[in-house]
């Protein structure tokens, strides 16, 4: 059974970066579409990135497009968000999550099987 857990979550100050972690055990990553996704207080939860399977592919939304990087480090079975300029609309929790194809519609949120626990990012100065 594949377990994710996110990391590197935290308070930050508006502009700057913060690069999130997902470790995954129980199955390698890199046979699994894995997105980021974000929930808000009192809103969705949304999609941000998202990566194929061995790294096929990548979309961005747009809150994020332009500042942000999704990528995997296979030897370490983590897959990384990693935003820049942080903004203060920027704060929630993010997840991650592994799936069957790299899409950030919100009716293909169904495809991810497996969902990590949360971490908390606020952007507050």
């Known amino acids: 059974q594949l377990k994710l857990v996110e990391s590197g979550g935290g308070l930050v100050q508006p502009g700057k970066s913060l690069r999130l972690s997902c470790l995954g055990s129980g199955s390698q990553l890199d046979n699994w579409a894995i997105g980021w996704f974000r929930q808000a207080p009192g809103k969705e939860r949304e999609a941000l990135a998202c990566?194929?399977?061995?790294?096929?592919?990548?979309d961005y939304a747009d809150s994020v497009k332009g500042r942000s990087t999704i990528s995997r480090d296979y030897g370490k079975n983590t897959v990384y968000l990693e935003i820049d300029s942080l903004k203060f609309e920027d704060t929630g929790v993010y997840y991650c999550?592994?799936?069957?194809?790299?899409?950030?519609?919100?009716?293909?949120?169904?495809?991810?099987?497996?969902w990590g626990q949360g971490t908390q990012v606020t952007v507050s100065s």
């Open positions: 999550a592994a799936g069957w194809f790299c899409s950030l519609r919100p009716d293909h949120q169904g495809q991810y099987d497996y």
């Open positions: 990566m194929g399977s061995g790294g096929a592919n990548t």
